[in-house]
């Protein structure tokens, strides 16, 4: 099922555009030394974004202080931005039945976009 959800989820629900977007927006923040954590996140994202039904996010057991400190940095710089924007198109496909897995798929979006590090996809 995650197979024809992923194939949906390419055509129909933009997820090739996340994919790419996510992506070169990682190559580029890794161009800089400061911006590698940050590109790694985004690539991290990048993939998620590409197939995202059948995976999961899930908190790591150790959650470090450098991770709370790269998320407060995230959220400030842009993370928040990522959020809405998911939090958006979740509501806008959630509109119709057709639209809810979708929509479930943005949220799970959402909750990696805002705060990317201490996290995991399994």
């Not at 995650?2 to 580029?28: C, D, E, K, M, R």
């Not at 959650?63 to 400190?69: D, F, G, K, M, T």
């Not at 479930?104 to 995991?120: D, N, V, W």
Request: glycine share 12%.
């Amino acid at each position: 099922m995650s197979i024809i959800g992923n194939l949906l989820w390419i055509v129909f629900g933009g997820g090739i555009f996340l994919f790419f977007f996510y992506l070169i927006g990682g190559l580029a923040l890794c161009l800089t030394i400061v911006g590698i954590p940050f590109g790694v996140q985004c690539i991290k994202l990048s993939f998620l974004a590409l197939v995202p039904f059948g995976q999961e996010v899930v908190d790591r057991a150790s959650a470090e202080p450098v991770s709370i400190i790269l998320n407060i940095v995230w959220i400030l710089f842009g993370g928040i931005w990522l959020t809405v924007t998911h939090l958006v198109f979740a509501l806008l496909c959630g509109v119709t039945i057709i639209g809810i897995p979708f929509s479930l798929q943005h949220f799970k979006l959402m909750k990696l976009s805002l705060t990317p590090f201490g996290k995991e996809i399994r």
